[in-house]
């Protein structure tokens, strides 16, 4: 059961005589009514000073909808209807839909028609995905094999006659049986030598790069994915690609968390401890710049993937699909920006169940300063970053300014009071009165500060606000940037 759409389009001569454009819509009409061998009804038309359309009903509740721009001497054709089941049809397969297209073009004498094969919605499972790009995919799903919603996505495997078996997440491809060539461009398969090396893999809750990563006999491999359901289903569905490494969550030779991997980042970075490779399997790098909240997870994943590097040490990762130049360009400047000195390369790999060539990023650590972030990962990422840039430059000044002015420090002054008071009350000597007249003297004092000023307000003088304004004009200046891009 679905409702089916079938388009079609014609190009005839453009003609600005309202009883020729008319006619060819009445036209169109009677071939529909014909292929559907039934009488169809009018039901209504609207009239610009571009275009001319009419609307019609027909069998079976279906409806279909002709619209003429006769400026340009388009006519275009939408047909609707509900299918029960094949047999229920109005168009039983795409050979009926063409023979359709022919008779109308034909009848209108147009110089060219086209159409599609019926668009299938509302479909429990829909068969459409998306490149990278935005292309329009269709699936020929056998059986949904495996489904649930995660806290974190929806996970869904199905069988296809194409691929093998295909994990699906949130709607997008993940990886099908046949997609090995992914996995070996990802970890750079007979180039890079694994051999005693400590690994590490953030995602990759699929199995099958940990599964062929082991096959190099490296020292140790440790693989941290969030979503528990996603390894469960692989587990079950996805054995050509995973094998049997996820029956197991540790041995002598791996060892999977299932948790957030900017955690265990965070852990590994604070223990100091190395890894000769880590493996950034994660989301899909963002087409656009404007997806602030992907970019920063991406940004802080490789940033402290590449701390926890050695010299040499390596940072591999997929991209996106080769027809998103923007997203692969956002990536490189954002690398730029990190601070961090890399050496930059890249791969291509056609995967069969994506549909498209992917692009698959080599980092390696290089010797020199690692700095803070900045430069082009600012304009990457927007006006947010650069102000909190900003922010940590006026609070570097804060305390010179403070040593500056001792006189304005009245707020300083509270606070070393207020320290010399609680180490008063945690003396046993200490009695309640000394307390008292401490907490008078300290009123007094700052009674006589009547010229005093904190040092936040220092920074709020003429001249400070001087200084503040023009970094903020920089920020204005990289987000106009931005937007013009």
Same mark, same amino acid.
Not at 272 to 287: A, E, K, M, N, S
Not at 294 to 316: D, E, M
Not at 457 to 468: H, I, Q
């Given at each position: ?206 199995g099958a790069l940990l599964h062929e990563l082991l096959k190099e006999e490296p020292k140790f ?162 006006? +947010?970053? @650069?102000?909190?840039?900003? *922010? /940590? &430059?006026?609070? $570097? !000044?804060?305390?010179? #300014? %403070?040593? =500056? ?34 907490? +008078?003297? @300290?009123?007094?004092?700052? *009674? /006589? &500060?009547?010229? $005093? !000023?904190?040092?936040? #307000? %220092?920074? =709020? ?25």
């Amino acid at each position: 059961m679905s409702i089916e759409t079938v388009l079609m389009d014609f190009h005839v001569v453009p003609c600005l005589d309202e009883l020729v454009y008319v006619r060819d819509v009445a036209t169109v009409a009677t071939c529909v009514a014909e292929a559907l061998r039934q009488d169809c009804l009018e039901q209504g038309c609207i009239s610009s000073a571009f275009s001319y359309s009419a609307i019609y009903s027909g069998p079976k509740d279906c409806m279909f909808t002709i619209k003429h721009y006769f400026r340009e001497g388009l006519i275009t054709l939408s047909l609707e209807y509900f299918k029960i089941n094949h047999e229920d049809a109005l168009l039983y397969n795409y050979n009926h839909v063409e023979q359709l297209e022919m008779m109308i073009t034909r009848a209108l004498d147009a110089g060219k028609g086209s159409s599609l094969p019926a668009i299938q919605r509302c479909l429990p499972r829909s068969p459409y995905l998306r490149t990278s790009d935005d292309r329009l995919l269709q699936m020929a799903w056998k059986k949904l094999l495996f489904s649930e919603r995660t806290p974190y996505q929806l996970v869904e495997i199905y069988s296809t006659l194409d691929f093998g078996n295909v994990l699906v997440l949130d709607g997008f491809t993940n990886l099908a049986e046949s997609d090995l060539v992914y996995t070996h461009s990802l970890m750079c398969k007979g180039v890079q030598d694994y051999a005693k090396k400590d690994l590490l893999i953030l995602g990759g809750g699929d199995g099958a790069l940990l599964h062929e990563l082991l096959k190099e006999e490296p020292k140790f491999v440790t693989m941290v994915d969030i979503d528990e359901a996603v390894m469960r289903a692989c587990k079950e569905h996805l054995r050509s690609a995973c094998g049997d490494v996820l029956d197991k969550f540790e041995t002598e030779k791996y060892k999977i968390i299932a948790d957030d991997a900017l955690k265990w980042l965070a852990t590994y970075k604070e223990e100091g401890r190395q890894f000769d490779v880590i493996f950034g399997d994660l989301t899909d790098i963002p087409v656009h710049g404007n997806d602030t909240s992907t970019w920063n997870f991406v940004r802080t994943v490789v940033r402290t993937s590449l701390l926890l590097l050695p010299i040499g040490g390596k940072y591999f990762t997929h991209i996106n699909g080769i027809n998103s130049p923007s997203s692969i360009s956002l990536f490189e400047k954002m690398v730029e920006g990190l601070g961090v000195p890399v050496e930059i390369a890249t791969t291509e790999a056609h995967v069969p169940s994506f549909m498209e060539k992917w692009v698959f990023y080599q980092l390696t650590r290089k010797e020199g300063e690692v700095k803070e972030e900045g430069g082009e990962e600012l304009k990457v990422n927007g006006v +947010k970053e @650069e102000a909190t840039t900003a *922010e /940590k &430059k006026e609070d $570097a !000044k804060q305390p010179e #300014e %403070a040593k =500056e002015a001792p006189k304005s420090d009245g707020k300083e002054s509270e606070k070393s009071e207020q320290k010399k008071d609680e180490k008063k009350e945690e003396s046993k000597a200490a009695s309640k009165e000394d307390k008292k007249k401490t907490e +008078k003297k @300290e009123e007094k004092k700052e *009674e /006589k &500060k009547t010229g $005093a !000023k904190g040092s936040k #307000e %220092a920074l =709020e003088s003429p001249t400070k606000e001087k200084g503040l304004t023009k970094e903020k004009s920089n920020v204005d200046k990289k987000g106009g940037t931005k937007k013009a891009k």
